[in-house]
């Protein structure tokens, strides 16, 4: 069992579970449809961009308000398991990517993560259970419903295990290193093979971070095969195979399940992030 109370810094999480939420239109639905599309998104699911926009136009009449954690229900009040679990993970992160960042004489701009229920308001314009967990690079944000996890397992047969949980939003970070680095300049307007290349990178990432909580004795090879299994399971082919019967190797977005588990054994095995370039 990983031993999360062995961390110490605790990461900036907001929990609006049981809130709703109102939506913030940022750039325009049209803007904010298309980097949703691109899969920024944890999943890979090859999700129309005509979907996404009558997702915000199905949330769109919601007012744009502050979140109240007043009208929150009792049951999310305070630091639950989940919010705890949530924090240190994500602490675990800011710590390892800020002594890289220092090492490398640059400054790192830890993110926040907020855990939902449903819908929620965003920097993007909106953040749905039905996209899946996501990072928006506007508000350099990582948006989580934990519900996702039940629909992993249930629909394309991966661990549900914290250290599974971990590596998502560990690839999820990831994507916000590679927003501080400037690699999501040419997202809207990239490839196939760049959003793939994207994709993998994060995965590399998330396996520099298990590679980081192995040594610091927060978990071992057995709770990694938890992250090895959520990899292999969001692999384009499995999710295709899943849910279409085939495999479409040219509406790929974000790898095979080999590429996905390759990406995060690279970056667990060597613990350096400059592995985590062209990867295939």
Known sequence: MANWDRIDE?????????????????????????LLTLGLNYLG????????????????????????????????????????????????SDTMWRSIFTANHQTYKTPRLVLFRGVTQSGCGVASS??????????????????????LQRR???STGEVAQAYVIAHEVGHHVQNRLGAFDTAVTGTKEGSIALELQADCYAGVWAYSQAKNNIFGQSEVEQAL??????????????????????????????????AFSAGYHSGDPSSCQNLQ
């Open 130 to 151: 039905q996209v899946g967990p996501h990072y928006c690079p506007l508000d350099e944000t990582i948006y989580l419903d934990e519900t996702f996890f039940d629909e």
């Open 229 to 262: 299994s959520a990899a292999a399971a969001v692999g384009d082919d499995n999710i295709q195979k899943r849910t279409e019967g085939m495999i479409n190797p040219e509406t790929w977005t974000h790898g095979s399940s080999a590429q996905r588990v390759n």
């Open 10 to 34: 605790t990461g900036n999480v907001e929990d609006r579970r049981g809130l709703g939420g109102g939506i913030a239109f940022a750039g325009g639905g049209g803007l904010i449809a298309i």
């Open 156 to 158: 394309f047969g991966g």
């Open 45 to 92: 699911l090859q999700v129309p961009q005509s979907t996404v926009e009558e997702i915000l136009a199905q949330v769109q009449s919601l007012q744009s308000t502050q979140v109240d954690q007043s009208k929150q229900p009792v049951e999310f009040r305070g630091d639950d398991s989940y919010e705890i679990f949530t924090k240190r993970v994500l602490g675990s």
